[in-house]
């Protein structure tokens, strides 16, 4: 039975079926609900429950604290209605609204970056550009198969939409990706979604922490900034395993030539060869070569256990949690549905 779930912020009320979480049954309307990880990790996705009732899918004490739950604060993604609802969520403080779209794209290129890294370019079939701010994901169909979230890597005031997408073990849409998907074939794109966009309103200094793939749309908030004259220092660090990993090196070191307060530090999480460069994990490489990032602005994307863990040290470097905009790569192995529920 589909339960009736009123949107205040929007005055819009859909219905959930029994076993759906509000998020879900929204996005399925078209409603650009904020959101990121889809599986209780994030936050991004955090409404007030202003009547009825809920049960929980799992989620992560960080995204949703017992005070905030006890509260009346629920995750829209980890939220099952069980009888009729009234939510809301809160827009970010920057908050910049685009038209949601769903489009049909075609693949102009597909190149390797890495051994397990795709370059992707899509253009708009209909020729109107998509709308989006630097950071934002949208959701990419290939075929028939289920769609996947994927960063621009480019600015938004490019005319293509360059995806950088890694081959995942087992992966259903990153192994279609990597084996089949050629110039001229169409994808259906839904968006632009997140949260973690370039904030335009902080003057302050900014660092910007990208690992593998999440290099994507730390490159987009990178270079938009500087092309909008952001002058003040503007750290990149990208951690990935191995030299093999490494991708656009030349290219963020003539950014880096081009612009002095932009700095570019690769790390490698594991060589397999001795290296002149710096090794470690990104986390630990930030915390030794900063005292404090008071002050600062953070942007992080890439494999979960690499944006927590930096999540963690930005903190302890007292990097004000406002300040500190996250997108983690969740896969379907971490959604709430493939997880046993708790009460
Ligand atoms: C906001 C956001 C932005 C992203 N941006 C990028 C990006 O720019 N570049 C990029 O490379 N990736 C990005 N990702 C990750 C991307 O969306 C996909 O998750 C990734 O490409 C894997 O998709 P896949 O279909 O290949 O793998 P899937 O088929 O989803 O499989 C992934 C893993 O989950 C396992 N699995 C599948 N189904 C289940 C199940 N039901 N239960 C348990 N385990 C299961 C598989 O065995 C495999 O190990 C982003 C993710 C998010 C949330
Ligand atoms: S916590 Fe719900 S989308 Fe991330």
Same mark, same amino acid.
């Not at 429950?49 to 989620?59: H, I, K, N």
């Not at 905030?68 to 809160?90: N, Y």
């Not at 109107?128 to 169909?141: I, K, T």
């Not at 690992?211 to 660090?237: C, D, H």
């Given at each position: 039975?589909?339960?009736? &779930?009123? +949107? ?5 009320? +859909? *219905? ?90 075609? &693949? ?63 992966? &259903? ?33 900014? +660092? ?36 093999? *990993? ?37 986390? *630990?490489? &930030? ?57």
């Amino acid at each position: 039975m589909a339960h009736k &779930v009123t +949107i205040a912020s929007l005055g819009r009320t +859909i *219905d959930v079926g029994d076993n759906d979480t509000i998020l879900e049954a929204a996005l399925a309307e078209d409603i650009n609900y904020p959101f990121g990880c889809h599986s209780g990790t994030c936050g991004s996705c955090k409404s007030k429950l202003l009547s009825g009732e809920v049960r929980y899918l799992d989620y992560s004490r960080f995204a949703l604290t017992e005070e905030e739950r006890a509260q009346g604060w629920i995750l829209a993604c980890s939220a099952v209605p069980i009888g009729d609802c009234e939510v809301s969520f809160e827009a970010p403080a920057e908050s910049e609204s685009h038209p949601l779209r769903k489009i049909e794209c075609r &693949v102009t290129a597909v190149a390797s970056a890495t051994h397990d890294i795709k370059y992707v370019t899509l253009e708009p079939c209909d020729g109107r550009p998509l709308e989006f701010s630097a950071g934002q994901f949208v959701n990419l169909g290939f075929g028939t198969l289920p769609g996947r979230d994927y960063s621009m890597a480019n600015r938004p005031d490019e005319p293509h939409l360059v995806f950088h997408i890694r081959l995942t073990a087992g992966g &259903v849409a990153s192994g279609y990706v990597h084996r089949e998907l050629k110039p001229g074939d169409i994808v259906a794109l839904r968006g632009p979604y997140g949260t973690s966009f370039l904030r335009k309103s902080h003057p302050g200094p900014v +660092i910007a922490l990208a690992g593998g793939s999440g290099l994507a749309p730390i490159k987009s908030i990178v270079e938009t900034a500087l092309r909008n004259g952001f002058g003040n220092p503007l750290f990149l660090y990208f951690g990935v395993r191995d030299e093999r *990993d490494l991708y656009l090196e030349a290219h963020f070191q003539a950014l880096a030539a081009a612009h002095r307060n932009l700095t570019f530090v690769p790390v490698l999480s594991q060589p397999s060869a001795p290296t002149a460069r710096r090794t470690g994990f990104l986390a *630990d490489a &930030v915390a030794r070569d900063f005292g404090t990032l008071a002050g600062w602005t953070s942007y992080l994307a890439g494999p979960p256990v690499m944006v927590e863990s930096c999540k963690t040290a930005l903190q302890r470097l007292q990097v004000a949690p406002g300040d500190c905009h996250a997108d983690a790569f969740y896969t379907e192995a971490d959604r709430p549905a493939a997880k046993p529920a708790f009460p």
